[in-house]
């Protein structure tokens, strides 16, 4: 997982590289999957509660060092070049992170309640979890409709995987391959493919298996990973 270029091919539609979109695909999917699992969940079954929770928390730190990929690759980059309204996503940062600390006292709190308390603190975490992501829903479509444009305008494209490549290559493999889990599955076939293909042609062979065996296969339908197969020409 370290020489990766697998996004380089991930364009949007004009045809520029897009730092911002399969990661926030994967992030709304992840966290909208959580919130449904939240409501679904049965506080009084303890097993299942601590899945859940111990998936909160992953998903949360994953979220937060998200935030810190862009504060120190993308929002001091843009603002070296003189792009305007960069504080805002500071400040939205920000404001993330002590939502984070809060949901994260929720979790600590559910687990040391007495099992006649957990239902009704899992529907506080229920509707504190809701709120954040739609504050982080406006935010992630500022950043791809104000904060792109201005990447576009003021950096090339090999300049944006050259960011791109840095964030990845900052990451332990664990951390790479969680957020490939979550940016497989909540892309398009083609995107995938793109992904993937990238990855395959300039990988290390066996960081690019374990990608298909532990963040592709596991994380798709039979008909979506033989599309993908398909496209990657994998051999059954
Ligand atoms: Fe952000």
Redesign the pocket.
């Known amino acids: 997982m370290t020489h990766t270029h697998h996004l380089s091919e991930i364009m949007d539609l004009k045809g520029r590289y897009d730092l911002?979109g399969p990661i926030?695909k994967g992030l709304r999917k992840a966290q909208c999957d959580l919130l449904v699992r939240l409501g679904n969940i049965d506080f009084n079954d303890a097993r299942a509660t601590a899945d859940l929770l111990s998936d909160m928390r992953g998903l949360l730190a994953l979220a937060a060092a998200?935030?810190e990929h862009?504060?120190g690759q993308?929002h001091d980059a843009l603002r070296a070049r003189g792009a305007a309204s960069v504080d805002r996503?500071d400040h939205?940062?920000d404001d993330?992170r002590a939502t984070f600390a809060r949901l994260e006292a929720l979790v600590a709190d559910i687990e040391a309640a007495k099992a006649d308390e957990r239902t009704a603190l899992g529907r506080q975490l229920y509707l504190a979890f809701g709120i954040y992501i739609a504050h982080d829903l406006e935010?992630?479509h500022e950043?791809e409709t104000v904060?792109a444009p201005q990447l576009w305008s003021l950096f090339s494209d090999a300049e944006l995987m050259a960011i791109e490549n840095r964030i990845v290559g900052s990451l332990p493999p664990e951390k790479a391959m969680a957020f490939m889990r979550l940016m497989i599955p909540a892309a398009n076939p083609g995107e995938r493919a793109a992904m993937l293909g990238g990855m395959k042609q300039q990988a290390p062979r066996e960081a690019f298996d374990a990608v298909i065996e532990f963040a592709a296969r596991p994380n798709l339908s039979a008909a979506e990973f033989a599309d993908l197969a398909r496209r990657l020409d994998l051999v059954a």
Do not use: K, V
Request: hydrophobic letters at 35%; glycine letters at 0%; proline letters at 0%.
């Open positions: 911002y926030h998200h935030l862009e504060d993308i996503l939205q940062h993330h935010h992630m950043e904060a």
